[in-house]
Each structure stands twice: as structure tokens, then as C-alpha cells.
């Protein structure tokens, strides 16, 4: 066996890895490239921005372990903050209209769930199709306008998303650090242990990796997909809630495209298109290299265009690199 053969067989157990070098690879290349680039203030940027997007990405892995796609997630994001919005303006309790954002947007995930493993339609084409009504729906609910809340600022919206003044009043000029951070972090830590550590996980893994032999073995693969999907609806609305704690804002078209961020940063992290590989890990540094990339171009002044062909281009080779590792001759 070749030195070369037995490195990628190491590495397809940790295709992670792959990764975390290509994001100190592009780490390094903007240190030296891009002026400011390595300070509190761009750093902090990149993981306030990518932590909004990085919890959907999570719900998008657990997901795609278990061999299902979600392209809707982006649409069921603007019917999060929608819902929040309309509600609060319309005199619900702020904590009463986050709940009812996240139950519906957990309902959106599950619909999902029922019709493909009910129907059989593959979720690919199931998801384009409640992709687009939901974005309807997010449509119809805000009156195709935006819609904002303009009232003293809320306890609640500091909870979800306040800036970290402390932290940020360290650097000059002030650092971007806000609350999304945390939340994105406490997501990670608890869904990489109920994958690694619980029976659930594993039951994700088996789904993903073999369905066939898993329901032999007595998983409820069908159970498994509608709590994943239901799961993913889950958190883009979180992340939505997010968002809008920032912003206080939502237009027709929140979250549009986010649904291919999401599968580029889990494949570019690791995650195997088949299903049954991936780490919550890797996703993170997909999303994490993902918005580094786009920030450090800012900083260089390089049209927006060049990071959608860079992203595509990492994302290719992601793909390639994965498909090497997973071969078994």
C-alpha cells in the first residue's frame, strides 16, 4: 500500500480535515493579502455573520447525514421573521410571538418530512416545490412588503442578539461581536453530542449510511427523516429570530439563496452528498470558511462575483475530494 493510499484512507474517516486545512490555507492567504484583515474588527465580522447562516447550516447537516436535502429552508427563514414581526406589531408577547415563529416554522420542517417520505418523491424535488410555496406564503402573510418593528427596543432582542459591547470596546475601532455567537455555539455543542453520543445519532447515521439495513435492524428511518426535517425547520427559524433581533426588519426576500449556502458549507465541511458521513464540525468550518472567504475579499475590494466563482470552485473540489476519500478500492 502507497504512503498516498493509506493518507486518504486516514483521512476518510476525518474528511473534516480536509477542511480545516484548505480554511488555514485561505486564513493565511488573507492575513498576507488583505489589509486589515487580521483584526478584532474583520474576525468578529466573520463569525457574527456566519452564525446566523451556521445554525442553519447545523439543521441542514443532521439532515444530509441522514441522506435528505432541504432547499426551502431559505423560505421558511422569511416566514420566521414575518410571523415574529406581524405578531408583535399586531400586540402579541414578544416571547408568545417567538414561539408561535418557531412552532410554524417546525411544522414547515415536518410537512417536508411527511410528504417525501409518504409520497417517495425524492426531497430534492419535494423541498423546490415547498421551497417556492413557502416564499409564497412568506409572500401573501407580509403583503409582498416589508415589514418592521419600530417600538422601543426589547429585552428580548438583546437575549437573541444584543452586541457584546464588553468584548468589542477592546479594539479600535470597535469589534462586531454580538449574542448570535453564543447561540450558534450552544447549537453546535448540543447537536454534535446528540449525534455522537445518544441513540438518536446514531439512528441518523444508520438512516443516512444504509436505510435498508437500518430498518431491518428495527430504525424507524421514516420517524428519523420527519424529526430531521422538522429539526431543520427548526433552526433556520431560530436563525431567523436572529436576524430580526438585529435588524428589526424583514423583506420578501430574506434568506433567499441560503439553502445553497447551507448544502456548499456542509459538502466543503465533509458532509457526504449520500448520506450516513459528516460532522457538525466540519459544517461549521464550511460556513466558517465560506464567510471568511467573502469577507476577505471585501477587504481586497474584489467584486462579489469572484466570490460566487471561488466558493464554486472550493465547492467542486470539496465535492472531488470527498468522492476520493470515500472510495473503498
Partial sequence: MTV???????LADFSEVVALISFVAVFLFFTIAAKNFLT????SNVLTFASITGIVVIGVAVLMISGEF????GSTFAVASYVLALSINAGVAPVAALLLALLICTGLGAINGLIVTTSG???FIATL????????IARAIGGGVFASYKGERLLLFDVLNGPMDIVNRLSDPPANLRVSIIWFLVVAVVMSWLLTRTRYGNWVFATGGNPGAALAQGVATR??????FALTGLLAGLASMLQFAHRASVDPLRGEGMELI???????????????YGTIAGACIGMLLLQMLEQGLVLMRVPVQVFQAAAGLILIIAVVSNLNLSRQE
Fill in 4 to 10: 498516498v493510499t493509506r493518507l486518504r484512507y486516514q
Fill in 40 to 43: 478584532l474588527f474583520a474576525i
Fill in 70 to 73: 432541504d432547499l426551502s429552508v
Fill in 121 to 123: 418523491i425524492p426531497s
Fill in 129 to 136: 416545490g415547498t421551497m417556492l410555496a413557502y416564499r409564497g
Fill in 223 to 228: 420517524r428519523i427523516k420527519v424529526i430531521n
Fill in 262 to 276: 447551507a448544502v456548499a458549507a456542509c459538502v466543503i465541511g465533509g458532509v457526504r452528498l449520500a448520506g450516513g
